[in-house]
């Protein structure tokens, strides 16, 4: 549930783009024990060259990794430029140490905010997006796209949700089956969800790599992208997911760089393409 926003003045017409930094965003959900957990947080939003007031424009949601600030994607890529190019709105939340949950579980040991990162994203930053700023409400017109945990969170989002009309990810983490036990992946999920083998149904249901999640998928354009070279999430991830989504989504554009690693280098050089299969699912 989304509080009351805050809408500022509307600004001038802008003729260059424009970084924002939007500390404002409040939003709440039921706790664990029943009660309400409130919580705050922020986001960066880009507005692109020619960005006017009386347009609705496109929207991208841009997800970091775990750990990570929406700075990084600011100051590491050329996020910006590409937004001017393809004249989009960009919302830059900071998620901190999410694993995109759908919610908390009594054996949650780690919450990156008092609401779950689904939630977050779905009930607070696009609405508030589209409160402040003249973006569409068309999911034809609104991507997600994520690195690292953010790509699957891109991918949950379009899974468990309407909003979207466009998914790319970039290194992402897609089957939770396939990490080892104690590895630094597996160790975050753990935090969130509980041991693995204690509730198998919990990492099933908040799986990507689910028969039943992948077929939600089918209606919407998916762009994974995945370095060969990647020490921290194994290329495995991508392959396992291309498998599944193989009858569902014979469409889908998975894509193995056998020299990409894991890291901003990476992801910023795969923007391009991004952008390309964006403007090719309109």
Not at 9 to 16: E, F, R
Not at 67 to 78: I, L
Not at 130 to 139: K, L, N, Q, W
Not at 271 to 278: A, E, F, N, R, Y
Request: hydrophobic fraction near 40%.
């Amino acid at each position: 549930m989304v509080d009351q926003l805050v809408v500022p003045s509307p600004s001038p017409d802008q003729a260059s783009g424009e970084w924002r930094e939007d500390a404002s965003l409040r939003g709440s959900e039921l706790a664990p024990d029943g009660g309400t957990s409130q919580a705050t947080g922020r986001m960066l939003i880009y507005l692109p060259a020619g960005y006017r007031s009386d347009v609705a424009w496109p929207l991208v949601v841009a997800l970091h990794g775990w750990g990570q600030k929406p700075e990084d994607w600011q100051e590491q890529t050329a996020i910006a430029r590409l937004a001017d190019q393809a004249g989009v709105v960009l919302a830059l939340p900071a998620m901190g140490r999410t694993v995109y949950e759908t919610r908390f579980y009594p054996e949650t040991v780690l919450r990156w905010n008092r609401v779950s990162g689904l939630a977050w994203i779905t009930s607070v930053v696009v609405p508030a997006v589209r409160a402040r700023y003249s973006v569409s409400d068309e999911p034809a017109k609104v991507a997600v796209v994520g690195v690292s945990t953010g790509g699957r969170g891109a991918v949950r989002l379009c899974a468990t949700s309407n909003l979207f009309g466009f998914c790319a990810g970039l290194s992402g983490t897609y089957d939770l089956s396939l990490l080892p036990k104690g590895d630094f992946e597996y160790r975050i999920h753990a935090q969130v969800f509980g041991a693995r083998d204690r509730f198998p149904e919990r990492w099933h249901d908040e799986d990507c790599a689910h028969p039943a999640h992948l077929r939600a998928l089918s209606r919407v354009p998916i762009y994974l992208v995945h370095g060969g070279q990647d020490r921290q999430v194994d290329i495995s991830q991508l392959r396992s997911v291309r498998s599944l989504l193989a009858q569902a989504h014979p469409n889908a554009s998975l894509i193995e760089v056998p020299q990409g690693a894991h890291g901003w280098e990476f992801w910023s050089s795969e923007l391009p393409g991004v952008l390309k299969h964006l403007r090719a699912s309109r």
